[in-house]
């Protein structure tokens, strides 16, 4: 299932290793609407890496380099989370920044009501992940979807502040597992399986 780009070593092997994390993935309207908000941010925010318009997507779990082994349990896991909730709707309705707008480090739009089949779904995707070994995440899940990161923190508060609230639905209807390539120009995702919600198989 999952293609090999790099090295790495697990009891004293080698044996080939992926960057992946489990994500929802936008329509591309949604993207094209995001992307445009992005450019507004662009031309009052100085020193942000900017997510390129086709990377931006909805966060449930960073997984790190992971051995291939993992692969299969991987896509288990993800099925049988996916099954666990129906289609659903994100409405992102507000801009925010993490960890705070005073202070910074990345700037994002999401929903300001909470989702419970976010919730739900992220629930299923951790405790899956923990019972295969991985750590526990210690920051609590929220849906956000990544405009910019800044390396040097800044005061955003009245740039977000002075921001017209968004009004994008995203509708949901599957769990990506994807991977990504650290590459100089920005990372590469590459959809390595996808999960319908409610059940069943997408092509990826
Ligand atoms: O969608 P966001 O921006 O919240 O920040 C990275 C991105 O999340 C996060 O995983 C997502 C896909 O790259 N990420 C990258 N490295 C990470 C790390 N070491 C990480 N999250 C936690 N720990």
Known sequence: MVACTGGGRYGGAIIASVRLFYCLELP???????????????????????????????????????????????????????????????????????????????????????????????????????ALGFPPERRLAHPHVTLARLRIPQDLAAVIGGAASPALHARVDALTLMQSELRPKGPLYTPVARWALGGGHRAV
């Open 28 to 130: 591309d309207p949604v993207r094209d609407d995001l992307a445009r908000l992005s450019r507004e941010f662009q031309l009052r925010i100085r020193g942000g890496s900017w997510v390129a318009p086709g990377n931006l997507h909805v966060t449930l779990r960073f997984l790190g380099e992971v051995g291939e082994e993992l692969a299969a349990s991987l896509a288990g896991l993800g099925q049988e989370a996916a099954s666990r909730v129906e289609s659903f709707g994100l409405f992102l309705d507000r801009f925010g920044a993490f960890p705070h707008p005073g202070r910074a480090r990345v700037l994002w739009v999401g929903p300001s009501q909470d989702s419970a089949p976010f919730a739900i779904l992220a629930q299923q995707v951790e405790e899956g992940v923990q």
